[in-house]
Every structure is written in C-alpha cells, then in structure tokens.
C-alpha cells in the first residue's frame, strides 16, 4: 500500500483500484464466456462426427446455434466492460500521480493567469 500526501490522493488510488478489480471480474466473466463456446464447440464436433458429419460443417452449424452466439456476445459484452474500468482505472491512477507529484495542494485546479494585452503595431 502506497504511502499517501492527502485525502485527494488517496481517494483516487482507492478509486482506481476498485475499478481494476472490476475490470479483472469483467475479464474472468469473459474467460468463462470464451470457454463455455470452445466447450460447446468441441462438444458439437464430436456428436457431428459420430453423425458423419465432416468438420467444417460441424463449424458452420455451431457457429448458427444460441448458445454459440450467447457465449460470444457474452464474451464479447465482458471484454468491452473491461477495456472500460481499465481505462477509467488508468484515468485515476494518473490523477493519483498528479496529486502525489504537485506536491499538497489538494484537489484544486491550477491557477490560470490571463495573458497580458498585446500591444499592437501601427
């Protein structure tokens, strides 16, 4: 556990981590997805070649069946909700890092000074 300078700081880590595990449950989900359609497939095959059934339809009719598509969408649904708390959990931790290297200064936004007028040329 990191050391912290203040609470904003802390808040954004803890944020951050939070995220990350949700992302690692989305990408499990995902793995069980993926699994339960190479199972299905594998299955499939089997039974299409006690049938006599050659291979490459085999393919073809798992690849029409619902739960062929359920697994992939599944997968496909789990893996786009990881790439998003990912990428959020990237977000915060790169907040976290701000804070920790602008030293204490809390959540405040950095001041921003108006340019001075231009004096313009005749």
């Not at 299955?43 to 069946?65: F, H, Y």
């Not at 959990?89 to 340019?115: E, K, N």
Request: charged share 25%; with cysteine; aromatic share 8%.
């Amino acid at each position: 556990m990191p050391r912290f300078n203040n609470a904003d700081e802390r808040a954004a880590w803890t944020l951050a981590e939070s995220l990350a595990e949700r992302a690692g449950a989305m990408m499990t989900q995902a793995e069980k997805a993926l699994e339960t359609w190479r199972k299905g497939k594998e299955l499939n095959r089997i039974r299409c070649a006690r049938r006599g059934i050659s291979a490459s339809d085999a393919e073809i009719r798992w690849a029409e069946t619902a739960s062929a598509k359920n697994a992939l969408s599944d997968n496909s649904f789990h893996v786009s909700l990881a790439t998003m708390y990912f990428g959020a959990a990237a977000a915060h931790y790169s907040r976290a890092q701000y804070l920790r290297s602008h030293g204490d200064t809390g959540s405040a936004p950095p001041v921003i000074r108006p340019r001075p007028a231009v004096k313009q040329a005749r």
